[in-house]
């Protein structure tokens, strides 16, 4: 049966009529031609094509093909996924708790969300879901539903997922008890140093702000000064909740970011004077995965001198996204302006080579070995730009921190890579407590005295390995051991720390190895910060 276009499909020129008004009004001739052209193609397909024609499934592809050669943020979102896209800045589900994308008809974990069971059994950015409880679901054109529809579950039922790691010859089967998905924005905050808070932002969600705001009021009744906040791989989330949190550190009227198109006029957007922490030191550590939000707030900090930024360069999303609603409850996610730093730099990188080759740029990076060395990274004049203190600073392609740190890889192993992947140290600990976390109560009855007093000594070492051979195959090489071993010591007691009190355990007990948090306390810690915001020599 073939089915009229009037009923099925909105010209687009009335659609446009009905979302952009003024934009429409100034469509040129050309613009014209091209929707005329489009949706008289559609007329002749229902009309003379020689089956019958399922015309949603056409428009979609269309919309698909079409937002496809415009740049990788610009998406569909069909009706049955528009909610789903927003729980995790929203409220909470149950699942096994990753953020993906759906690239080349691949599943693409984008990150496991902090605290959930992905994360704790070592699910990792950049690992793609090939079977799924047995199913195939690579090269299988699967939707974003169709993922959720399979992922999601009630708290306790069990899913296999098998995965493809770069650089593993073999799929990694991962069987992950579904779980109540977290969706707290601070994932950490505790006192690093008698003056030294530290707080770690996972996501910018609705509310964020209201998060930090009672996180530092609590770091402050304990002596907080000095704040440590980190960024690192927060792949960004609200706009307006990036705006809040920089404002939490601007004095009022200072620039924070503006946004820019060529419909859309520029809109700024300025400091208030409600700020809570406008006067103590502020270092910012940032990685490849900090995007969009988080790259607001360092490069506003960063451009007024506010504060220290330490780590690597971001990831350099500079786009902002716009929902227009379509007839049929679906949705296109557009990209409608840029957004500048307050020196006026645009810190988005190149996707003139297409949406693959720019979510590759993070591999590229390791590969070419700017995750190792800043001195890698070449920056043009003409993306050079000067702060009040006349630092310099630069735009396209991300935020370039003050202070870079190299990724360090010096600490591990094979063998640890392994019981990562296995999920050796999450079940191990569990097993532990199953058996402990009584004695373990009793004896440490807070957090402070588990983590001067609880050791990981050589016999419960013994007993992990012992373990790991036993009930995953696994043993250590000649002279993982020797690189790993603090590391695997350091990752079982943060672990433990975690299943006993919190999340913000963890990362007190595993910030002792980061790099990027020993170096932002020592600059804090030795009076260097003053010298480093006014050193115009970059």
Request: no cysteine; glycine share 8%; hydrophobic share 35%.
């Amino acid at each position: 049966m073939i089915q009229s276009t009037k009923k099925i499909l909105l010209p687009i020129s009335i659609l446009l009529l009905n979302l952009l008004p003024t934009q429409a009004q100034v469509m040129s001739s050309e613009q014209e031609e091209g929707i005329q052209k489009f949706n008289t193609l559609l007329s002749i397909v229902n009309y003379a094509y020689v089956d019958s024609v399922n015309n949603g499934n056409m428009v979609e592809d269309a919309i698909v093909a079409v937002l496809k050669n415009l740049d990788p943020h610009s998406v569909y979102i069909p009706k049955d996924e528009l909610k789903k896209m927003n729980e995790p800045l929203e409220g909470n589900f149950e699942g096994i708790g990753i953020q993906f994308n759906i690239l080349n008809d691949t599943i693409s974990v984008v990150s496991p969300i902090s605290g959930g069971p992905s994360e704790k059994l070592g699910i990792q950015s950049g690992d793609k879901i090939i079977n799924i409880k047995g199913e195939l679901v690579a090269g299988t054109k699967i939707s974003n539903s169709g993922v959720a529809d399979r992922l999601r579950g009630k708290k306790g039922t069990i899913v296999n997922v098998e995965i493809k790691r770069q650089g593993e010859k073999k799929l990694i089967s991962y069987d992950i008890e579904r779980d109540k998905i977290p969706i707290y924005s601070i994932d950490a905050s505790y006192m690093a140093s008698p003056t030294v808070g530290y707080i770690k932002v996972n996501r910018f969600a609705r509310n964020t702000t209201e998060e930090f705001d009672d996180a530092l009021t609590q770091l402050k009744a304990k002596g907080l000064q000095d704040l440590i906040l980190d960024l690192r791989g927060n792949g960004g989330g609200y706009l307006n909740t990036a705006f809040t949190l920089a404002d939490e550190f601007l004095a009022d009227n200072k620039m924070i970011v503006y946004t820019e198109g060529r419909i859309q006029p520029r809109e700024e957007y300025k400091a208030t004077s409600r700020g809570h922490f406008e006067k103590g030191n502020v270092v910012v550590l940032i990685d490849e995965g900090s995007a969009s939000a988080s790259e607001i707030v360092s490069g506003a900090i960063q451009d007024w001198d506010r504060g220290l930024i330490i780590g690597r360069r971001s990831f350099g999303k500079g786009l902002v996204q716009k929902p227009f609603p379509l007839p049929d409850g679906s949705a296109v996610r557009l990209t409608t302006a840029k957004y500048y730093t307050p020196t006026g730099r645009s810190i988005q990188k190149s996707y003139k080579e297409g949406k693959e080759a720019y979510y590759k740029d993070i591999v590229n990076r390791y590969e070419h070995g700017e995750l190792f060395s800043a001195d890698s990274i070449n920056f043009p004049d003409s993306l050079k730009y000067f702060t009040p203190n006349k630092r310099v600073v630069y735009g396209g392609g991300g935020i370039m921190p003050d202070l870079f740190i190299p990724i360090d890889t010096s600490m591990n192993s094979e063998f640890n890579s392994k019981l990562i992947r296995t999920g050796s140290y999450n079940t191990y600990v569990l097993n532990f407590l199953d058996k402990n976390r009584k004695q373990l109560a009793n004896q440490f009855d807070n957090f402070e005295s588990f983590k001067s007093d609880f050791l990981i000594d050589q016999e419960f070492l013994d007993e992990f390995y012992a373990y790991a051979k036993n009930k995953k195959s696994l043993e250590p090489e000649t002279g993982d051991l020797e690189k790993s071993e603090k590391l695997i010591q350091v990752q079982l007691k943060a672990l433990i720390a975690r299943n006993l009190y919190n999340v913000s355990a963890y990362f007190e007990i595993i910030n002792e190895l980061n790099e990027s948090y020993i170096e932002a306390l020592k600059v804090l810690g030795d009076k260097n910060y003053t010298g480093m915001l006014e050193n115009s020599s970059k």
